[in-house]
């Protein structure tokens, strides 16, 4: 049975910094992709950022240079560091992970929240 344990968040202060974790355990098959996504109150879920096996990588347009996914060696754990955070950054991360049959898996969520 594959485990998803997240890591990080809080309370963050207006151009902060904090950085997100999220390791996976006990699967078979190796994942294809990981991403990050965050869904605040009253909206729907939004991609921030996903990487392939090949370490390539896609971050959404509201966070480019300023957050930045990335991934162990193992393939095994994501990671999300966030700077220069603001307000609208405010919501629960969500890991998420898929592998090449296309089984999907998903953390437990972590809230960040910017405010002084």
């Known amino acids: 049975q594959v485990q998803i344990v997240e890591s990080g968040g809080g309370l963050v202060q207006p151009g902060g910094s904090v950085r997100l974790s999220c390791a996976a355990s006990?699967?078979?098959?190796?994942?294809?992709?990981m991403a990050w996504y965050r869904q605040a109150p009253g909206k729907e879920r939004e991609l921030v950022a996903n990487?392939?096996?090949?370490?390539?990588?896609n971050h959404a347009d509201s966070v480019k240079g300023r957050f930045t996914i990335s991934r162990d060696k193992a393939n095994r754990a994501v990671y999300l560091q966030m700077n220069s955070l603001n307000s609208e950054d405010t919501a629960i991360y969500l890991c998420?992970?898929?592998?090449?049959?296309?089984?999907?898996?998903w953390g437990q969520g972590t809230q960040v929240t910017v405010s002084s």
């Open positions: 006990g699967n078979r098959l190796p994942f294809y992709a």
């Open positions: 998420y992970f898929i592998d090449r049959m296309g089984q999907t898996y």
């Open positions: 990487i392939t096996i090949t370490r390539d990588t």
